[in-house]
């Protein structure tokens, strides 16, 4: 059989006909089809998605217990995307008709297997061995501390994707723990390491993050002429991290800072901080400011470097200073209102990003969502980028 | 200010008591359905179902842990599929609030404004599913004039909001059962008008488990929306042995 996915799905469903004889094993999983349009240089573009995730959960006795979700996506649509259609001319011109190929994110169908891990609860300890999701940091768009992920700022609560590790927690009483992670990589230099310490003060919680990785950074325009590839910097990237969550007069706040030093390029920081509240009339409300000093202030600053790194998430951000506004309101029992808008401090563009969820059944939701640029031509936001939206439909099994 | 936030309401303790009751004020009958609504430990499992404006049904399942006269709570959601395995971890009676989401495996520590939310879009917020000490905390008790509701011989007491408190309501009014201090009824009024009538908590099917008499179902009618949720346990035990280590963000994730 070509497509080695079906394999793993017909897997799933011969343990799931196995499973009814097996109650320890738990299998349920979504189905989510995504309609993604953008108008870009006065064309509408549209990209369809189809994925299936299946959730295996089993405890194999009260101390170990397996988890393993497999994925499959189709694509159809506009499946490649040219980086440089987003940008402005004076970014995208100068690059070679013939090299405007390097340029473009593929959008295939896959399958792959995202989380898969065997957790033993050990005294005042657990131990996580595999590939599983690993989130740190307490910012809601941004994470300053997280080394592994990086969110989409139009879509920021979407699942992360797992990674390959071992990890270890400590539990001491008194609201404390300690969690080591060891993700590894080829060698151990260019494997990850992390080290958390969590403690309670008042009613705030304290991280304390000592990270050690590999970044892999790209120069998006240095390339050798008989490569096809750019021309890539591996570095140690040291991080030391603090992040906070907890109430000040009433609002809901959270800090999170980041200093970390390279190994070869310059050093940066990354600061969050945010705050939420809830009305009596139930609508929320919430603010987040960004810094990241390996951005720029000056969007006549920005380069093709710069840009294409963003898009391939390499970098978390190409402006300095953001800020992240979000309002919404249950505007029925089974429909959430809501609006973002993420703002570019440091060029003053911005992002109006309305949503709107709406739960169609029991487990079937459906989410709605328009991004419009209005910033000017170059900036973070600028209005060049397209605007457009996606609907979402997800059904849970 | 503490406040017992949750389903204590309706994993209710009872020392029976047979009193003379006329001699009673609004206060102290407060304070006999507080020390009610906070049981020493409780295990509990619940169906909530919510009939939404558009007639359509939201059935959720969930369990729920309680300690410590409701100063620790843990609520996992076992069905629907969408939020299964969701937990909220509620200390410090509720002044400290955790919430899991297992989707991103993300843990995420909450203000107590969190509680007035809508809990999973239900007419119950957070702050309405328990009523414990902010009943003494945020408002005063005046003993009105005893009725007769849902053929129960009831102390009728208001409540009124203290002028330095935040609760989300303006009065409360509630009937409590003579012979063992149960609120049976409680009319809500709205935050800013204290004579709009926003929502009206029903209890019944009292049954006396472990010992102690339990609504087996609280109908909570929304006047302002037109909508009800109804809660109905499916199994309840009392005062029985919890390890601190389930209040953790530990057993959060399990």
């Given at each position: 059989m070509k497509n080695p996915g079906i394999l793993v799905i017909a897997f799933f469903v011969c343990l799931s006909a196995q499973s009814f004889a097996l109650e320890s094993i738990d299998i349920y999983g979504y189905f989510e089809s995504q309609y993604m349009g953008t108008r870009l240089n006065n064309r509408f573009h549209q990209l369809y998605s189809n994925k299936l995730r299946i959730d295996l959960t089993s405890a194999i006795s009260e101390k170990i217990d397996f988890g393993a979700n497999f994925n499959y996506i189709t694509y159809h649509g506009k499946t490649n995307w040219n980086?440089?259609?987003?940008?402005s001319n004076k970014i995208a011109t100068g690059i070679s008709p013939e090299n405007q190929v390097l340029y473009t994110i593929p959008f295939n169908d896959r399958n792959y297997l995202d989380n898969c891990y065997i957790r033993f609860a050990l005294p005042f300890s657990d131990l996580t061995i595999g590939k599983q999701q690993i989130s740190l940091g307490t910012g809601y768009v941004w994470n300053p501390t997280d080394v592994y992920n990086i969110k989409?700022?139009?879509?920021?609560t979407y699942e992360q994707p797992g990674h390959n590790s071992i990890r270890y927690d400590i539990y001491i009483p008194g609201g404390i723990s300690v969690t080591t992670v060891y993700s590894p990589e080829e060698s151990w230099k260019m494997s990850t390491k992390l080290f958390n310490l969590k403690f309670r003060l008042s009613h705030f919680d304290f991280h304390i993050s000592a990270i050690e990785s590999n970044w892999n950074f790209h120069d998006y325009e240095q390339r050798t002429p008989e490569s096809r590839f750019f021309e890539g910097v591996d570095e140690c990237r040291r991080l030391i991290g603090l992040s906070t969550a907890g109430e000040i007069f009433g609002l809901g706040t959270w800090v999170e800072l980041a200093q970390n030093y390279m190994e070869k390029s310059q050093n940066f920081h990354e600061i969050v901080c945010g705050f939420d509240y809830t009305f009596d009339f139930q609508t929320y409300i919430m603010m987040e400011y960004y810094r990241n000093s390996l951005a720029k202030n000056d969007y006549q600053d920005y380069t093709l470097t710069d840009w294409i790194r963003l898009y391939t998430s390499e970098?978390?951000?190409?402006?300095?200073d953001q800020l992240y506004m979000m309002i919404q309101h249950p505007i029925t029992d089974l429909i959430d209102f809501g609006v973002s808008q993420i703002i570019s401090l440091s060029d003053a563009s911005i992002a109006f990003v309305p949503t709107l969820n709406y739960s169609m059944a029991q487990d079937v939701d459906v989410l709605f969502y328009f991004n419009i640029n209005i910033g000017k031509s170059g900036t973070a936001y600028a209005h060049e980028s397209g605007n457009g939206g996606l609907a979402r439909v997800k059904l849970y099994f | 200010m503490r406040r017992i936030l949750l389903f204590t309401a309706y994993f209710i303790l009872l020392i029976p008591t047979i009193t003379s009751s006329q001699s009673y004020s609004g206060k102290e009958i407060i304070e006999k359905v507080n020390e009610l609504l906070n049981p020493e430990a409780s295990y509990g499992k619940a169906s909530m179902t919510i009939l939404t404006t558009s007639g359509d049904v939201r059935t959720f399942i969930y369990e729920q842990w309680s300690k410590g006269k409701g100063e620790k709570n843990l609520v996992r959601y076992i069905k629907p599929v969408r939020v299964k395995d969701q937990a909220i971890l509620m200390l410090n009676n509720a002044d400290d609030i955790w919430s899991y989401f297992p989707r991103t495996r993300r843990i995420r520590k909450l203000a107590t404004h969190a509680k007035k939310q809508k809990m999973q879009g239900s007419d119950f917020s957070y702050e309405d599913m328990g009523s414990g000490d902010t009943f003494l905390d945020d408002y005063s008790a005046k003993r009105l004039e005893d009725e007769v509701k849902q053929g129960y011989e009831c102390y009728k007491v208001e409540l009124n909001r203290n002028v330095d408190s935040d609760a989300s309501y303006s009065r409360i009014v509630i009937w409590i059962i003579k012979e063992n201090f149960y609120p049976i009824c409680l009319n809500y009024y709205h935050e800013n008008d204290e004579t709009f009538l926003e929502k009206v908590l029903v209890q019944s099917e009292i049954r006396i488990i472990d010992g102690i008499p339990t609504a087996m179902k609280s109908v909570m009618n929304n006047k302002k929306d037109n909508t009800r949720t109804q809660i109905e346990l499916i199994n309840i035990k009392y005062n029985i042995d919890l390890k601190d280590?389930?209040?953790?963000e530990r057993s959060l994730k399990k």
């Open positions: 980086i440089l259609e987003f940008l989409d700022v139009f879509d920021p970098q978390k951000a190409i402006s300095k | 280590d389930l209040f953790t």
